[in-house]
C-alpha cells in the first residue's frame, strides 16, 4: 500500500478526477473529512464512509476508532473482511510506518483472493491524535486496481482534520 500511495501522488501532479463532495467522519460529530470520487459509489456507514470503484476493483472504507481499541482493530478489520469474502494469505503480511498529512499512520498489507481472483489487501491506522484514529481498509482485484492508483492517491491525501 505505502508503493501505491507514493505512484499516486505522483499520479496526482498529472491526472483529475471530478469529486462528488467531502465527506465528514463521522457526519454526527465530524473529526476529520475525506473526499471520493463522484464516478464511485459511496455510502456512509456507522463509524465512517465506505466506496467502491464504478467497476467494483477497489473497495476503499475509512472508520473512526479509538487507539484504546488497537488490539481489536486488526481483529475486527479481518473478520470484515473473510464476511465480504476476502482471503488473506498471512505469509504475505508487509509492515510499515509513516506519515500522512502530518500524522502518523501504519501500513499492514497483504496479498489475498478476493471474488474476482487475485487480490491486493491493506489495512492503515491513521493516528489523529491520543484518542482518535481512523482504520482505512483497502483490497483492489490485481491487474484492475491499477487503474486506480490516481483515485486512491487523491483520496488519501483528502483526508483532513475537522475544523
Known amino acids: 500500500m505505502k508503493m501505491l500511495i507514493i505512484a499516486a501522488s505522483a499520479a496526482l501532479l498529472f491526472a483529475s478526477t471530478a469529486y462528488a463532495k467531502q465527506w465528514d467522519i463521522p457526519s454526527n460529530r465530524p473529526v476529520a473529512s475525506i473526499e471520493m470520487p463522484g464516478s464511485w ?12 470503484s464504478d467497476d467494483g476493483a477497489v473497495y476503499f472504507s475509512v ?3 479509538s487507539p484504546k481499541k488497537m488490539d481489536g482493530i486488526i481483529d ?3 473478520k470484515f473482511l473473510d464476511d465480504q469474502g476476502i482471503k488473506i494469505d498471512t505469509n504475505t503480511q508487509k509492515y ?11 501500513y499492514i498489507s497483504w496479498s ?7 487480490a491486493s489487501v491493506g489495512l492503515a491506522v491513521l493516528i489523529l491524535d491520543e484518542k482518535t484514529v481512523l482504520v ?9 486496481e491499477d487503474k486506480h492508483t490516481s483515485e486512491i492517491g487523491k483520496i488519501l491525501n483528502s483526508i483532513k482534520l475537522a475544523q
Open 63 to 65: 472508520d473512526l476508532a
Open 136 to 144: 482505512l481498509t483497502y483490497w483492489g482485484t490485481q491487474g484492475d
Open 41 to 52: 459509489k459511496t455510502n456512509e456507514t456507522a463509524t465512517g464512509l465506505e466506496g467502491t
Open 76 to 78: 475486527d478489520a479481518a
Open 112 to 118: 489475498g483472493t478476493d471474488k474476482d481472483g487475485p
Open 96 to 106: 510499515s510506518e509513516d506519515k500522512l498529512n502530518g500524522k502518523d499512520i501504519i
